[in-house]
């Protein structure tokens, strides 16, 4: 049984990690693949600044340390910015797989062109980092969103009403009005709605946390994983740092 551990990039308790695990719902996976969903310890209190970001990567980076010596096969990250991802390629050998950068590439497998749906304007750095990553800016054809302050916690539930029409209406602009033939949800924290969408919208929808569960299922089927010549291991790791200046923080944030 390989099993694949998935970093939720907030501390929550275990009935809102459940929302988180809810994802698989969504995809179809092999019965010798086994997916362990746990919250990281600190945390932005959302992806909106630079120092946001410092710490986001900071709280993935002391999450998946020991992925590898506790039997893990592969990580998973459960957020588009990517958070994490290429500090713990530096510090594991097993495949680490974030959904920013793979959402982007796999959609441009469906379609010529995409559009990113989000919640709020205040994510539109996480994507345009990405694309400018890529190269990839002038595949994507619109970011729209709905101006709605995201919940990482409790996620959509409670506001489906409200929130999934107004997503509804936001992708057909991006369809209809900027040229998108695929849609690309813009956060994991948006999963639940991507069966409304998919069922009413006339292009390919991109839920990206499902997206990674199946590529991490992928990678260690093909036995590949990340080039150590482009996240080369640290000469002189330091891996208790990492863990004592997180547990400094989580004391700070107990207080």
Same mark, same amino acid.
């Given at each position: ?10 501390? =929550? /308790?275990?009935?809102?990690? @459940?929302?988180? *695990?809810?994802? $698989?719902?969504?995809?179809?996976? +092999? #019965?010798?693949? %086994? ?44 957020? =588009? /910015?990517?958070?994490?991802? @290429?500090?713990? *390629?530096?510090? $594991?050998?097993?495949?680490?797989? +974030? #959904?920013?950068? %793979? ?66 209406? %936001? ?85």
């Amino acid at each position: 049984m390989k099993r694949v551990l998935v970093i939720v990039p907030f501390p =929550m /308790s275990a009935e809102n990690l @459940a929302q988180r *695990r809810a994802q $698989l719902q969504a995809v179809t996976l +092999g #019965p010798d693949i %086994a997916f362990e969903f746990e919250p990281v310890k600190v945390a932005p209190k959302n992806y909106v600044s630079a120092s946001d970001m410092t710490l986001a990567d900071f709280g993935v980076l002391e999450a998946g340390l020991d992925a590898e010596r506790r039997g893990y096969d592969a990580v998973c990250i459960d957020t =588009m /910015s990517d958070s994490g991802v @290429a500090a713990l *390629r530096s510090e $594991l050998s097993i495949p680490v797989i +974030g #959904p920013g950068r %793979a959402s982007v590439l796999t959609a441009l497998m469906f379609g010529n062109s995409f559009s990113i749906l989000a919640m709020w304007p205040h994510w539109r750095h996480l994507y345009v980092r990405t694309l400018g990553d890529l190269g990839l800016a002038d595949k994507c054809a619109s970011i729209r969103w709905i101006d709605a302050r995201p919940d990482n916690q409790n996620l959509l539930a409670g506001k489906e009403e409200e929130v999934f029409p107004a997503l509804e209406a %936001a992708a057909r602009r991006c369809i209809d009005e900027d040229g998108a033939e695929v849609i690309l949800l813009g956060s994991t924290t948006m999963h639940q709605a991507h069966a409304h969408l998919a069922e009413r919208l006339p292009v390919p929808v991109i839920n990206p946390g499902p997206l990674t569960y199946k590529l991490a299922e992928a990678a260690l089927g093909l036995g590949l994983t990340h080039s150590r010549k482009g996240w080369p291991a640290s000469p002189a790791p330091r891996g208790e740092l990492v863990r004592a200046m997180v547990a400094a923080g989580q004391a700070q944030d107990s207080v």
